[in-house]
């Protein structure tokens, strides 16, 4: 008999990408409204990628089993 396949959680899938090297990149929160109060600086770092932290890999690989 067949193993159960995962299944991928398509929300995360669609937040994260992981890198050549396996690296987990995400965009910041905090975007998409109430941008008027936010400085210029504040919301040009917001745009870029980074790298998760290690304390949430391990969650965000669970929820997309087949990106690693």
């Known amino acids: 008999m067949a193993k159960n396949k ?3 959680n ?3 899938a669609k937040r994260f990408k992981v890198t050549a090297r396996g690296k987990v990149m995400h965009f910041r929160a905090g975007k998409s409204h109430l941008l008027r ?11 870029k ?7 949430s890999l391990s969650a965000v690989k669970r929820l ?5």
């Open 6 to 8: 995962m299944k991928t």
């Open 10 to 12: 398509r929300s995360a």
């Open 37 to 47: 109060k936010k400085s210029r600086k504040r919301k040009r770092h917001l745009k």
């Open 49 to 55: 990628a980074v790298v998760l932290s290690p304390a």
């Open 64 to 68: 997309i089993p087949y990106k690693f």
